[in-house]
Each structure stands twice: as C-alpha cells, then as structure tokens.
C-alpha cells in the first residue's frame, strides 16, 4: 500500500511498501528526482530525518540511509540529522539529467501506450545492482579481488597496438581470438562439445536468454521453465510471447517426468549445474531424463551455465550441452560472476544449424560487443590469468561461504536453516513458512542488508509458498559479512517476534 504525504517544503513522496525496492531507495529516488528537476531547488532546507520520517511513517533509520546516499553522490550537504540543504553546486552531469528528466515528466503515458510485450517488460522489477555492492546483494563477485593492474596493463596493449581495428564494428558472432580462447576453455572446464564457429558472443547471459526465445518463440508456445526461476530470465522469456509452464525442482533438479504434457512444448530452460535460485545440482539420471524428452519433444534446451566455475565439493559435473547427442541444448556461459558484471560479455554455443539465425540476431541486436573488451579477455583467457583467477577466487568464496553460514546460525539459527552450497557465490536458506519472506527482507533493507525473498521468484502463484533467502557473499569480507548477518539476525526476530504475537492474538481470539 502506498504512503502519501506533502510536506510544506518539498514534493509528494510516495512510498510503496509492497516493492522489493527497499524504502529507503525510494525515498532516496524521489528526493533526487525532486532536486534534478528543480522541485526542490540548491540551498532548500531539508526537514529533520525525525520530521520526515513521522511525516512519511517510516523508520528514521530509512530517512538517515537516504540522505546518507544523497550526500555521498553529492545532491546533498550538511549535517545529516540536523541541517540538511540540496546542494547549492550540483555537479555538471547532474544538471545534464535535469533537463532529460524535465522533459521526460512532461510525457503523458495514457497518450502514448506500449505494445502488449512493451507491457510485459514494464512489469518487470529490476533488481537494483549498482554501485558499491551492499550485503547481501547476490549475484555480484569479489569486484575488490579483480586483477586490474593485469586487466589495465592488456588495455594498454591493445591501444598501442591495433587502435584503428578496435575502433570499426566487429564480427557479429564475436572476436576470432576471443571465440577460440573460449572453446579451448570450455572442453577441458566444463565438458563442452563445441568448435569456435559455434560460439556467438554477446553481451551476457540475459542477452543470450533474449536472443534465443526471440528466436525459438512464437507467440503462445509452452516453454518449461524451473520452478523458482530466475526473474529476469523469465522476463524475457514472458516478452518473447511464451506461455511459462513451471516444473518442480527437488534435490535431484528439475524433474521433468511429473509434467503431464511436456510433450508440446518447444524449449526448457535450465540452470542444471547451479540451480537459480535453489542451489541445487542436477543428477545424472534426471539429465538423461531431461535430453531424452527434448529429443522425443523436438525441443530445445536452453541451459544457463552462469556462475558453475566455482564448485567447492567435488569435481565440476560437466555440463549438460556435453551429454547431448542430438544437437538439442543451446548452452549459455557468462563473464558476469567469473570476473565483474560490468564488463558485459558473456557467449552462446549453438548447435550447429542454430549459428546462422544467433549471428543474424545478434547483429539485428545491437551487433557486436566491443572489440577491446573481447580482445582483452581473449588475452586473459590465453595467457593463463583467467584459470588463475578462478583457482584464487574459489578459496576466497569458499571462506567467505563458511563465515556467512556460520555467523547466521550464530544469530537466527532457530530462525532458519542453512545449508552449504556446493557452488556459485550464493546460498539460499529456508525460513519456517510462518515468517513471511517479503516482510523479512523488508525489515532487512530498513537496517541496510539486501536479503532477496525467495517466494519473489515463484512462477505458479498457486504453489504454497516456500519463505527462504537469497544470499549473495561473493562480493563481502568476512567483517561485512558478519556485521550484516548480526543485522539480518535482528531483521528476522523482529518479523518472527510480529508473527507470533499475532497468531496468539488470532488463537484468544477463536
Ligand atoms: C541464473 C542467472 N542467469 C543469468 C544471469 C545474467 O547474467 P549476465 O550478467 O551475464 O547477463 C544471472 C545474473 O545474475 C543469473 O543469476
């Protein structure tokens, strides 16, 4: 339900509380759009965050993390708590945004309606990720333990050696060097069949995922989808036109053989290796299981390799693309959690009478990632910085797997259950069903920790629910990791604490 208020010095805010957007981002969002847009101009006098917090009804902790945000990039100065101005200089690209943001407030939205899939995307939430990583957001790596001397130093080189080539388009499938330095990988790593001609390189993992629905999707078509899925891959998958029909996930993965008419759909996507979001691995059998019925089915197979270079139990299980004897599984690999999300590149490897229609989409999509980037990380991939990486890496995120799991059963051990994950840079953890998920993560964004509800990536609203949540530890030393799982700890006594007091109420109340 949304908050409303007009406080005499500045605009209406409004507050969703039913968003995973915490509050205090929104409050945040909204104060700076009042700033670039003049509502509230250079040298206003801010109320106290006590006044605006009883003014909007929010905790003054909400206030304070709004302010404080605003005060870091500059839109505010002062003394937060007591004397808080907007900025009488604001910096020059924020006075750029002013007159974007003028103008794009002047657009009525019923005058000028989207398409029905132009819909779908706007529905989407976007999972806010920028920045400085906050714990627990999941899904970013150790951006602190990235080699950037050896990164900046390839830079360098190639600037010095081929400027004019880095400078025109590239090759829509990818960077020649780049493509082959990943099908050398891919073999030996993670047990993938594949030349470089069948390699597409794009802009990661969510453009593959795009890339292949636009291809592989008519409007209406059934498309297998894991239940929990990973959202912005079901976004996609929804704006392609695909009907989603949501198959259990147990411990064993995907179980394709309780889906009574799997038969008529046209493409499964998976995430076999490290399950999005529950952790899990796929066993043999079910893989089996699952390539026979695409075979049987004439379907495809989109598997989501996304983050399995990090597995701390046993040897990686190879993917499922290696199994594949009929040329079924489009496989989907990423640089996003091996080495940092911003540098975009991630690849597609199709089967063989696929890698004309993924060219030709890729080039109708944008045409080609940068030249330097590719030539950069083909560099690192051959001169042996890339296995290196991961090797180092894997003993930081297994330190940092254990510090978390152990500073949670320290603090709300009787609150939720906690397993190792045998992968990725991630854990989800199980809450009794009593404790709302949602309510927890909101209290959890009120103290300043990201905690993902593990319900947000239900696809069959009608499942019981399922509360847990969705850690990210790959980009926390062991002191924010254990600072944040104190204040997580606090988050869920305090929902679990509400829940109880009002199921007594209910139990008088009979
Ligand atoms: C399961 C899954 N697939 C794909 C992606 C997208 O990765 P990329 O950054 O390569 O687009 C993510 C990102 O978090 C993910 O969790």
């Given at each position: 339900?949304?908050?409303?208020s007009?406080?005499?010095s500045f605009?209406?805010?409004?507050?969703d509380?039913?968003s995973?957007?915490?509050l205090y981002?929104?409050?945040?969002?909204?104060?700076?759009?009042?700033?670039?847009?003049?509502?509230?101009?250079?040298?206003?006098?801010?109320?106290s965050?006590?006044?605006?917090?009883?003014e909007?009804?929010?905790s003054r902790h909400?206030?304070?993390n709004a302010?404080?945000?605003?005060?870091?990039?500059g839109y505010?100065?002062?003394?937060?708590?007591?004397?808080?101005?907007?900025?009488?200089?604001?910096?020059?690209?924020?006075?750029?945004a002013r007159?974007?943001?003028?103008?794009?407030?002047?657009?009525?939205?019923?005058?000028?309606?989207?398409?029905?899939?132009?819909?779908?995307?706007?529905?989407?939430?976007?999972?806010?990720?920028?920045g400085?990583?906050i714990?627990f957001?999941?899904?970013?790596?150790?951006?602190?333990e990235?080699?950037?001397?050896?990164?900046?130093?390839?830079?360098?080189?190639?600037?010095?050696q081929?400027?004019?080539?880095?400078l025109?388009?590239g090759r829509?499938?990818g960077?020649?060097?780049?493509?082959?330095?990943?099908?050398?990988?891919?073999?030996?790593?993670r047990g993938?069949q594949?030349n470089?001609?069948?390699?597409?390189?794009?802009?990661?993992?969510?453009?593959?995922?795009?890339?292949a629905?636009?291809i592989?999707?008519?409007?209406g078509d059934p498309?297998l989808?894991?239940?929990?899925?990973y959202?912005?891959?079901?976004?996609?998958?929804?704006?392609?036109?695909a009907?989603l029909v949501?198959?259990?996930?147990?411990?064993a993965g995907?179980?394709?053989?309780v889906?009574?008419?799997s038969?008529?759909?046209?493409?499964?996507y998976?995430?076999?290796?490290?399950?999005y979001?529950?952790g899990v691995?796929m066993?043999?059998s079910r893989?089996?299981?699952l390539?026979?019925?695409?075979?049987?089915a004439?379907?495809w197979i989109?598997?989501?390799?996304y983050?399995?270079?990090?597995?701390y139990?046993?040897?990686?299980?190879?993917?499922?693309?290696?199994m594949d004897?009929?040329?079924?599984?489009?496989?989907?690999?990423?640089?996003?959690?091996?080495?940092?999300p911003?540098?975009?590149l991630g690849?597609?490897v199709?089967?063989?009478?696929l890698v004309?229609?993924f060219?030709?989409?890729r080039a109708?999509l944008g045409?080609?990632?940068?030249?330097?980037?590719?030539?950069?990380?083909a560099d690192?991939?051959?001169?042996?910085?890339?296995t290196?990486?991961?090797?180092?890496m894997?003993?930081i995120?297994?330190?940092?797997?254990?510090?978390?799991?152990?500073?949670?059963?320290?603090?709300a051990?009787?609150l939720l259950?906690i397993?190792?994950?045998?992968?990725?840079?991630?854990?989800?953890c199980?809450?009794?069903?009593?404790?709302?998920?949602?309510?927890?993560?909101?209290?959890?964004?009120e103290?300043g920790?990201?905690?993902?509800?593990l319900?947000?990536?239900?696809?069959?609203e009608?499942?019981?629910?399922r509360?847990?949540?969705i850690?990210?530890y790959?980009?926390?030393?062991?002191?924010?990791?254990?600072?944040?799982?104190?204040?997580?700890?606090?988050a869920?006594?305090?929902?679990?604490?509400?829940?109880r007091?009002?199921?007594?109420?209910?139990?008088?109340?009979?």
């Open positions: 339900m949304a908050k409303t007009m406080a005499s605009a209406a805010v409004l507050l509380e039913s995973s957007v915490p981002r929104q409050l945040y969002d909204r104060l700076r759009e009042a700033i670039l847009i003049g509502q509230l101009p250079p040298g206003t006098h801010l109320p965050t006590r006044e605006m917090a009883t909007l009804k929010v909400t206030v304070f302010f404080e945000l605003l005060q870091a990039e505010v100065e002062g003394q937060i708590g007591s004397g808080t101005f907007v900025a009488r200089t604001l910096p020059e690209e924020l006075l750029q007159a974007g943001s003028q103008n794009i407030s002047l657009v009525n939205p019923e005058a000028r309606p989207v398409s029905q899939r132009g819909k779908i995307i706007t529905r989407t939430q976007i999972i806010e990720r920028t400085l990583p714990p957001m999941q899904g970013v790596p150790a951006l602190d990235f080699p950037i001397a050896t990164w900046s130093r390839l830079v360098a080189k190639h600037w010095r081929s400027p004019q080539e880095l025109n388009y829509a499938d960077y020649a060097p780049l493509r082959e330095a990943i099908a050398a990988y891919l073999g030996p790593s993938v594949c470089s001609d069948q390699i597409i390189v794009v802009s990661g993992a969510q453009q593959a995922i795009d890339l629905a636009r592989l999707i008519d409007d498309l989808v894991e239940e929990f899925c959202g912005a891959a079901r976004a996609a998958l929804l704006s392609a036109g009907r949501p198959v259990p996930v147990d411990e995907l179980n394709i053989s889906v009574a008419d038969t008529s759909a046209r493409l499964a998976v995430t076999p290796s490290h399950q979001p529950l691995t066993g043999t893989r089996q299981a390539l026979d019925w695409a075979n049987r004439r379907a989109l598997e989501d390799d983050d399995s270079e990090y597995r139990t046993e040897r990686p299980l190879p993917a499922l693309q290696g004897r009929n040329g079924r599984v489009i496989y989907i690999g990423t640089f996003s959690k091996v080495l940092f911003a540098l975009r690849f597609v199709a089967p063989p009478d004309d229609a060219v030709t989409a109708t045409w080609c990632s940068p030249t330097l980037d590719q030539a950069v990380l690192f991939i051959t001169q042996g910085h890339f290196r990486h991961i090797r180092r894997r003993t995120y297994a330190e940092r797997q254990a510090a978390l799991i152990d500073a949670l059963e320290r603090e051990g009787d259950e397993k190792a994950s045998d992968a990725g840079i991630h854990v989800t199980s809450l009794s069903n009593r404790i709302d998920d949602r309510a927890v993560s909101r209290e959890a964004a103290l920790v990201v905690a993902q509800p319900s947000a990536f239900r696809v069959d009608s499942v019981a629910v509360s847990g949540l850690l990210g790959g980009a926390y030393n062991i002191r924010q990791i254990k600072e944040a799982a104190r204040k997580l700890g606090t869920l006594k305090n929902v679990s604490r509400v829940a007091t009002s199921a007594n109420r209910r139990r008088a109340s009979q």
